[in-house]
Protein backbone atom coordinates (compact mmCIF):
# COMPACT_ATOMS: atom_id res chain seq x y z
CA UNK A 1 0.00 0.00 0.00
CA UNK A 2 1.66 3.85 -0.79
CA UNK A 3 2.13 5.40 1.85
CA UNK A 4 3.28 9.78 0.95
CA UNK A 5 4.85 11.48 4.29
CA UNK A 6 5.80 14.97 4.14
CA UNK A 7 8.49 16.87 6.64
CA UNK A 8 8.19 18.86 8.38
CA UNK A 9 5.18 19.71 9.13
CA UNK A 10 4.89 22.78 10.06
CA UNK A 11 7.76 25.68 8.78
CA UNK A 12 8.46 29.38 9.98
CA UNK A 13 10.33 31.26 7.73
CA UNK A 14 11.37 34.72 7.01
CA UNK A 15 10.18 36.89 4.32
CA UNK A 16 12.92 36.56 1.19
CA UNK A 17 14.37 33.18 1.90
CA UNK A 18 14.42 29.81 -0.36
CA UNK A 19 13.12 26.46 1.07
CA UNK A 20 12.84 23.37 0.57
CA UNK A 21 9.61 20.81 1.40
CA UNK A 22 9.99 17.21 0.96
CA UNK A 23 7.49 14.61 0.31
CA UNK A 24 8.76 11.12 0.20
CA UNK A 25 6.44 7.48 -1.12
CA UNK A 26 7.19 4.19 0.24
CA UNK A 27 6.59 2.66 -3.23
CA UNK A 28 8.66 4.04 -6.00
CA UNK A 29 6.41 2.62 -8.92
CA UNK A 30 4.36 5.79 -9.40
CA UNK A 31 3.00 7.18 -12.39
CA UNK A 32 2.79 10.69 -11.62
CA UNK A 33 3.06 13.22 -8.70
CA UNK A 34 1.44 16.71 -7.89
CA UNK A 35 2.16 19.24 -5.58
CA UNK A 36 -1.06 21.25 -4.23
CA UNK A 37 -1.48 24.39 -2.26
CA UNK A 38 -3.96 24.70 0.28
CA UNK A 39 -5.24 28.33 1.88
CA UNK A 40 -7.46 28.03 4.77
CA UNK A 41 -10.83 26.99 4.44
CA UNK A 42 -10.21 26.96 0.25
CA UNK A 43 -9.82 24.09 -1.87
CA UNK A 44 -6.66 22.22 -3.38
CA UNK A 45 -4.93 24.39 -6.27
CA UNK A 46 -2.60 21.89 -8.02
CA UNK A 47 0.90 23.77 -8.39
CA UNK A 48 2.68 21.76 -10.63
CA UNK A 49 2.55 17.78 -11.93
CA UNK A 50 5.66 15.87 -12.49
CA UNK A 51 5.56 12.74 -14.73
CA UNK A 52 6.89 9.23 -13.75
CA UNK A 53 9.47 10.14 -16.49
CA UNK A 54 10.54 13.76 -15.78
CA UNK A 55 13.09 14.33 -12.91
CA UNK A 56 12.14 18.26 -12.52
CA UNK A 57 9.30 20.47 -12.83
CA UNK A 58 9.05 24.62 -12.56
CA UNK A 59 6.77 26.98 -12.95
CA UNK A 60 7.82 30.84 -11.77
CA UNK A 61 9.33 30.16 -8.29
CA UNK A 62 8.58 27.14 -7.76
CA UNK A 63 10.66 24.01 -8.67
CA UNK A 64 9.69 20.60 -7.80
CA UNK A 65 12.06 17.24 -8.30
CA UNK A 66 11.22 13.70 -8.72
CA UNK A 67 13.58 10.77 -7.31
CA UNK A 68 11.44 8.10 -8.56
CA UNK A 69 14.39 5.61 -7.28
CA UNK A 70 14.51 6.85 -3.85
CA UNK A 71 11.16 7.44 -3.48
CA UNK A 72 11.37 11.18 -3.00
CA UNK A 73 10.12 14.69 -4.57
CA UNK A 74 11.32 18.04 -3.12
CA UNK A 75 9.32 21.46 -3.70
CA UNK A 76 11.76 24.33 -3.64
CA UNK A 77 10.44 27.49 -3.35
CA UNK A 78 12.06 30.78 -3.94
CA UNK A 79 12.51 34.07 -2.17
CA UNK A 80 9.73 33.55 -0.23
CA UNK A 81 6.57 35.62 0.30
CA UNK A 82 4.21 36.17 2.81
CA UNK A 83 1.80 35.45 0.10
CA UNK A 84 3.22 31.95 -0.48
CA UNK A 85 1.81 30.87 3.50
CA UNK A 86 -0.53 27.98 2.98
CA UNK A 87 -0.04 24.45 3.43
CA UNK A 88 0.97 22.38 0.93
CA UNK A 89 0.31 18.75 -0.26
CA UNK A 90 2.23 16.09 -2.12
CA UNK A 91 0.35 13.63 -3.83
CA UNK A 92 1.46 10.53 -6.12
CA UNK A 93 -0.67 8.58 -8.38
CA UNK A 94 0.26 4.78 -8.99
CA UNK A 95 -1.44 4.41 -12.27
CA UNK A 96 -2.95 6.07 -15.28
CA UNK A 97 -6.33 7.59 -14.18
CA UNK A 98 -6.57 6.51 -10.64
CA UNK A 99 -7.30 8.15 -7.26
CA UNK A 100 -4.17 9.96 -5.45
CA UNK A 101 -2.43 9.29 -2.14
CA UNK A 102 -1.84 12.26 -0.33
CA UNK A 103 0.93 13.25 2.29
CA UNK A 104 -0.59 15.09 5.66
CA UNK A 105 0.88 18.40 4.19
CA UNK A 106 3.41 21.09 5.13
CA UNK A 107 2.00 24.38 6.80
CA UNK A 108 4.26 27.28 5.54
CA UNK A 109 3.97 30.14 7.37
CA UNK A 110 6.24 32.78 6.08
CA UNK A 111 7.00 36.33 8.03
CA UNK A 112 7.25 39.63 6.98
CA UNK B 1 -15.86 26.70 -17.97
CA UNK B 2 -16.74 26.66 -13.82
CA UNK B 3 -14.18 23.52 -13.27
CA UNK B 4 -15.57 21.31 -10.69
CA UNK B 5 -18.22 22.36 -8.62
CA UNK B 6 -19.92 21.30 -5.84
CA UNK B 7 -23.39 21.96 -3.40
CA UNK B 8 -23.77 22.98 -0.55
CA UNK B 9 -20.35 24.67 0.88
CA UNK B 10 -21.41 24.59 4.75
CA UNK B 11 -24.35 21.79 5.71
CA UNK B 12 -24.95 21.19 9.83
CA UNK B 13 -26.52 17.84 10.66
CA UNK B 14 -28.47 16.21 13.27
CA UNK B 15 -27.09 12.29 14.14
CA UNK B 16 -28.99 10.11 12.38
CA UNK B 17 -30.16 12.84 9.25
CA UNK B 18 -29.34 11.82 5.54
CA UNK B 19 -28.29 14.38 3.22
CA UNK B 20 -26.74 14.41 -0.93
CA UNK B 21 -23.20 16.29 -1.33
CA UNK B 22 -23.45 17.30 -5.04
CA UNK B 23 -20.86 17.31 -7.42
CA UNK B 24 -20.60 18.24 -11.34
CA UNK B 25 -17.93 19.54 -13.48
CA UNK B 26 -18.07 20.66 -16.92
CA UNK B 27 -14.63 19.28 -18.66
CA UNK B 28 -15.55 16.31 -19.71
CA UNK B 29 -13.50 14.29 -17.68
CA UNK B 30 -14.32 10.16 -17.33
CA UNK B 31 -12.81 10.11 -13.79
CA UNK B 32 -14.60 11.77 -10.83
CA UNK B 33 -13.40 11.25 -7.07
CA UNK B 34 -14.65 12.04 -3.67
CA UNK B 35 -11.93 12.44 -0.70
CA UNK B 36 -12.62 13.91 2.90
CA UNK B 37 -9.81 15.61 4.76
CA UNK B 38 -9.60 15.87 8.52
CA UNK B 39 -7.34 17.38 10.47
CA UNK B 40 -3.98 15.09 11.22
CA UNK B 41 -4.88 12.45 8.40
CA UNK B 42 -4.57 14.13 5.35
CA UNK B 43 -7.13 13.78 2.71
CA UNK B 44 -8.54 10.13 2.27
CA UNK B 45 -10.47 8.56 -0.39
CA UNK B 46 -13.82 7.43 0.09
CA UNK B 47 -15.34 6.41 -3.71
CA UNK B 48 -14.37 7.02 -7.38
CA UNK B 49 -15.53 6.46 -10.49
CA UNK B 50 -13.44 5.70 -13.33
CA UNK B 51 -16.26 6.11 -16.34
CA UNK B 52 -19.81 6.84 -16.13
CA UNK B 53 -21.20 3.54 -14.69
CA UNK B 54 -18.90 2.45 -12.58
CA UNK B 55 -17.53 3.31 -9.12
CA UNK B 56 -15.55 1.41 -6.90
CA UNK B 57 -14.19 2.05 -2.63
CA UNK B 58 -11.53 3.54 -2.01
CA UNK B 59 -9.89 3.60 1.57
CA UNK B 60 -13.14 5.05 3.75
CA UNK B 61 -16.33 3.77 2.15
CA UNK B 62 -18.34 2.91 5.23
CA UNK B 63 -21.30 4.90 5.72
CA UNK B 64 -21.71 6.36 2.59
CA UNK B 65 -22.75 5.79 -1.30
CA UNK B 66 -22.40 7.29 -4.29
CA UNK B 67 -24.22 7.86 -7.64
CA UNK B 68 -22.20 8.28 -11.08
CA UNK B 69 -25.76 10.26 -12.65
CA UNK B 70 -23.75 11.09 -15.96
CA UNK B 71 -20.89 11.99 -17.29
CA UNK B 72 -21.14 15.35 -15.30
CA UNK B 73 -22.27 14.59 -12.11
CA UNK B 74 -21.26 12.40 -9.15
CA UNK B 75 -23.36 12.38 -6.02
CA UNK B 76 -22.22 11.45 -2.53
CA UNK B 77 -25.07 10.42 -0.17
CA UNK B 78 -25.24 10.07 3.96
CA UNK B 79 -27.80 7.70 4.91
CA UNK B 80 -27.43 8.24 8.96
CA UNK B 81 -24.72 11.51 9.42
CA UNK B 82 -22.66 10.52 12.50
CA UNK B 83 -20.05 12.83 14.00
CA UNK B 84 -17.49 10.88 12.99
CA UNK B 85 -18.23 11.62 9.69
CA UNK B 86 -17.48 15.68 10.31
CA UNK B 87 -15.21 16.43 7.96
CA UNK B 88 -14.55 18.50 4.36
CA UNK B 89 -15.73 16.99 1.56
CA UNK B 90 -13.76 17.53 -1.45
CA UNK B 91 -15.03 16.13 -5.26
CA UNK B 92 -12.15 16.03 -8.49
CA UNK B 93 -11.85 14.61 -11.93
CA UNK B 94 -9.39 13.72 -13.86
CA UNK B 95 -8.65 13.06 -17.54
CA UNK B 96 -5.54 12.34 -20.00
CA UNK B 97 -3.67 16.17 -20.45
CA UNK B 98 -0.87 16.40 -22.92
CA UNK B 99 0.77 12.85 -22.11
CA UNK B 100 -0.59 12.18 -18.38
CA UNK B 101 -3.27 12.19 -15.77
CA UNK B 102 -4.14 15.81 -13.80
CA UNK B 103 -6.39 16.20 -11.13
CA UNK B 104 -9.08 18.96 -10.55
CA UNK B 105 -10.53 19.50 -7.23
CA UNK B 106 -13.48 21.32 -6.13
CA UNK B 107 -13.96 24.03 -3.16
CA UNK B 108 -15.58 21.66 -0.84
CA UNK B 109 -18.14 21.34 1.73
CA UNK B 110 -17.93 22.08 5.11
CA UNK B 111 -20.00 19.24 6.89
CA UNK B 112 -20.76 19.08 10.97
CA UNK B 113 -23.03 16.29 12.36
CA UNK B 114 -23.93 16.97 15.89
Known amino acids: KQEVTQIPAALSVPEGENLVLNCSFTDSAIYNLQWFRQDPGKGLTSLLL?????REQTSGRLNASLDKSSGRSTLYIAASQPGDSATYLCAVGNSGNTPLVFGKGTRLSVIA | NAGVTQTPKFQVLKTGQSMTLQCAQDMNHNSMYWYRQDPGMGLRLIYY???????DKGEVPNGYNVSRLNKREFSLRLESAAPSQTSVYFC?????????????FGPGTRLTVT
Open chain 2, 92 to 104: ASSEMWQTTYEQY
Open chain 1, 50 to 54: IQSSQ
Open chain 2, 49 to 55: SASEGTT
